[in-house]
């Protein structure tokens, strides 16, 4: 029995009479968008005294890759930063409208550590209220009063607060070095050797992963972001061609004349 959602009042709930309209244009042979398929691996790793970020650079369209290195850990705040898995455009936009209402939140209290979950709160609000719409995967991290903080922040608004994370497509890979050998002693240098072999597991084992890694290590007195950290793919320099002149041959010639009608000199100031 099919659903009549015409029907439904929706005022003061959500709205499905996309659905019925959907299902209609189906039936008349128009094919719906689909979503495309992304490649990353994003990794959080908490610490003794610090958090870690890390990264690849690939960015992909479907199964071509646009950018060997983008950058995918966005700033938040002066102790917070947030990795991005989605669609590239998304990512940016939703951590550059968290990241103002961070700096202002800064300027009302400036004598306080702006707390983590208000832009954990900020970010779940926000991709709730587009129910997935906006293809946002984030793994946020930073250190404010009260510690260090790692959530993971999922398209549709649902958040997890973990001492370790993986996200992307190259996530499966990922989480097995971080089940394997996390341990809540691990010192800064043990935790960005793990965030670093975890991002390798993506970009060796996922197609959408891939290029080089980045890492940003947050701890209280400062935060360092670590561009290119390891650049695993590297290739070593092409040789130089040379190919000798009359090599490729000539099939046809056309030439075309032109005349001359009118000539004209302007004289430029210097």
Same mark, same amino acid.
């Given at each position: 029995?099919?659903?009549?959602? &015409?029907?439904?009042? #929706? !005022?003061?709930?959500? &709205?499905?009479?996309?659905?019925?309209?959907?299902?209609?244009? %189906?039936?008349?042979?128009?094919?719906?968008?689909?979503?495309?398929?992304?490649?990353?691996?994003?990794?959080?790793?908490?610490? /003794?005294? +610090?958090?870690?970020?890390?990264? !690849?650079?690939?960015?992909?369209?479907?199964?071509?890759?646009?950018?060997?290195?983008?950058?995918?850990?966005?700033?938040?705040?002066?102790?917070?930063?947030?990795?991005?898995?989605?669609?590239?455009? #998304?990512?940016?936009?939703?951590?550059?409208? $968290? &990241?103002?209402?961070?700096?202002?939140?800064?300027?009302?209290?400036? !004598? %306080?550590?702006?707390?983590?979950?208000?832009?954990? /709160?900020?970010? *779940?609000?926000?991709?709730?209220?587009?129910?997935?719409?906006?293809?946002?995967?984030?793994?946020?991290?930073?250190?404010?009063?009260?510690?260090?903080?790692?959530?993971?922040?999922?398209?549709?608004?649902?958040? !997890?607060?973990?001492?370790?994370?993986?996200?992307?497509?190259?996530?499966?890979?990922?989480?097995?070095?971080?089940?394997? /050998?996390?341990?809540?002693?691990?010192?800064?240098?043990?935790?960005?050797?793990?965030? +670093?072999?975890?991002?390798?597991?993506? $970009?060796?084992? #996922?197609?959408?992963?891939? &290029?080089?890694?980045?890492? +940003?290590?947050?701890?209280?007195?400062?935060?360092?972001?670590? *561009?290119?950290?390891?650049?695993?793919?590297?290739?070593?320099?092409?040789?130089?061609? $040379?190919?000798?002149?009359?090599?490729?041959? $000539?099939? +046809? *010639?056309?030439?075309?004349?032109?005349?001359?009608?009118? %000539?004209?000199?302007? %004289?430029?100031?210097?």
């Amino acid at each position: 029995m099919a659903l009549n959602y &015409s029907s439904i009042n #929706d !005022d003061e709930a959500f &709205s499905f009479r996309n659905l019925e309209r959907n299902a209609k244009i %189906e039936k008349m042979g128009l094919k719906m968008p689909s979503f495309r398929k992304t490649g990353t691996t994003i990794v959080g790793v908490t610490t /003794r005294d +610090c958090v870690i970020l890390a990264a !690849d650079t690939r960015a992909t369209s479907d199964t071509i890759v646009m950018e060997k290195n983008c950058e995918k850990i966005h700033y938040i705040g002066k102790y917070m930063h947030c990795c991005g898995a989605g669609t590239a455009a #998304d990512t940016m936009q939703v951590t550059r409208m $968290v &990241s103002a209402n961070v700096s202002l939140q800064a300027f009302k209290f400036p !004598d %306080e550590m702006v707390p983590v979950a208000f832009a954990a /709160r900020s970010l *779940r609000q926000y991709l709730f209220k587009y129910m997935g719409y906006v293809s946002a995967a984030l793994i946020l991290g930073g250190i404010d009063n009260s510690g260090a903080h790692l959530y993971s922040i999922y398209p549709h608004g649902s958040i !997890d607060k973990l001492p370790y994370i993986s996200m992307g497509s190259g996530s499966m890979a990922a989480i097995s070095e971080l089940e394997s /050998r996390w341990n809540e002693d691990l010192t800064e240098e043990e935790g960005m050797k793990l965030a +670093c072999d975890a991002i390798l597991g993506g $970009v060796f084992n #996922d197609l959408g992963s891939g &290029s080089n890694v980045d890492l +940003c290590v947050i701890k209280k007195d400062g935060t360092r972001m670590l *561009r290119n950290y390891l650049t695993p793919n590297k290739k070593p320099a092409t040789a130089k061609y $040379v190919y000798p002149a009359g090599l490729t041959k $000539v099939l +046809c *010639r056309n030439e075309i004349k032109f005349q001359i009608a009118e %000539e004209t000199v302007m %004289e430029v100031d210097a």
